[in-house]
């Protein structure tokens, strides 16, 4: 048999994960009215293994949490009403084995529905030709205001754990609030939250500390993008974000880092990851995982190599629910459709994707046929 390094068992903290696949982060604009539906208990359920860790789409921690009008149907999870509509979707999860963190997250300025989103920062989103979204001017927050944004936090974590999720991941990357306050392109601040690294971290580490506090540190994650830009966030120096936020993560004792790969380059005619996390991921003691544009070769290499525990698949994992199987079997892969990807039909380009027995089948019929 081929040895499979991403089939392999892995055990941290209170969790065996029978492989080291992990269902991404995806927002699936598909939760109406900012609750869960029936159709995310099927498009979890299909992608949920014996022992595979799922993470669930963003979710909010507030009303004002969210505010993206181009994604207005995300699930949040700040009243009661959402935990209760949260819990047979954890269910169905559990039902197969799977293990279910919620992540919840801020958007802070990436709001274009907020008269005022929150931020670190008086200043907008930098708007481009391609943007379809007119962000308004952000209501930078005061010193004082911050503990009552990091509370959100903690509740909204609470909140999870009554859901019956086995843990949270803390939203700390891609432009949204965390970032906007830990990225020097746009954190202007000249308080305590602003001008030095420390400074500009300290507002996401009360987040965590917050956090695992309330739920405990083995239930909980964060996931990082020091070498992203997006949404105008971006840093001058990602390395030494990335490592100092991996030291300080370290002193609180999170359960895994999940780290978003800079963008990929073309060398030679061909696609490549940058594999720029090499520093970041031995700064970091706990559980790491990596993510942006893996494959199953990729993702086999890396895992072999030490360079990450656990490799996070957010397109091929939609395309493909029953990707851990297709990638044991070395299987075709079924293509996603990115014009589906943020649609509110409750079916297409969400629960639809044939499984590898589906596609099987209707690769038999069309022999017949012939």
Not at 103 to 111: E, K, L
Not at 160 to 186: N, P, R, T, Y
Request: with cysteine; net charge negative; hydrophobic share 35%.
């Amino acid at each position: 048999m081929e040895s499979i390094p991403l089939l392999s068992p892995c055990e941290t903290g209170r969790f065996r994960f029978s492989h080291r696949i992990v269902l991404a982060p995806l927002t699936r604009n598909r939760s109406y009215g900012n609750l869960p539906q029936s159709h995310a208990m099927l498009y979890y359920s299909q992608r949920a293994t014996e022992g595979g860790l799922l993470i669930a789409e963003a979710t909010g921690v507030s009303s004002d949490a969210q505010g993206m009008s181009l994604i207005l149907h995300t699930p949040g999870i700040w009243t009661k009403e959402q935990v209760e509509a949260w819990k047979p979707v954890v269910d169905a999860v559990h039902a197969k084995g799977g293990i279910f963190f919620c992540q919840i997250w801020h958007v802070g300025r990436a709001s274009d529905m907020e008269k005022e989103p929150i931020s670190s920062t008086g200043k907008p989103v930098e708007m481009n030709e391609d943007d379809h979204m007119d962000f308004p001017i952000p209501r930078c927050l005061a010193v004082e205001e911050i503990p009552n944004v990091v509370n959100r936090f903690r509740v909204a974590a609470r909140n999870a754990m009554d859901a019956g999720f086995d843990g949270v991941e803390i939203h700390g990357s891609h432009g949204f609030l965390l970032e906007q306050f830990m990225k020097d392109s746009v954190n202007d601040r000249t308080d305590k939250y602003g001008g030095s690294l420390q400074n500009r971290c300290r507002f996401a580490l009360e987040v965590v500390e917050a956090v695992v506090a309330e739920v405990g540190s083995d239930r909980v994650g964060i996931r990082l993008s020091p070498y992203a830009n997006y949404l105008g966030c971006h840093d001058s120096d990602p390395d030494a974000l990335g490592v100092y936020m991996a030291q300080e993560l370290n002193k609180r004792s999170i359960l895994y880092c999940s780290a978003v790969e800079p963008e990929m380059v073309t060398v030679d005619g061909k696609m490549q990851i940058p594999h720029r996390l090499h520093e970041m991921r031995k700064a970091f003691n706990g559980m790491f995982m990596v993510g942006g544009g893996y494959d199953r070769e990729e993702g086999n290499r890396v895992v072999a190599d030490g360079y990450a525990d656990m490799v996070v698949y957010g397109r091929l994992f939609l395309a493909n629910p029953d990707l851990p199987r297709r990638f044991h079997l070395n299987a075709p892969l079924n293509r996603y459709d990115r014009s589906t990807f943020y649609t509110n039909d409750p079916v297409v380009g969400y629960t639809d994707y044939p499984f590898l027995e589906d596609c099987e089948l209707m690769i038999n019929e069309e022999k017949l046929q012939v």
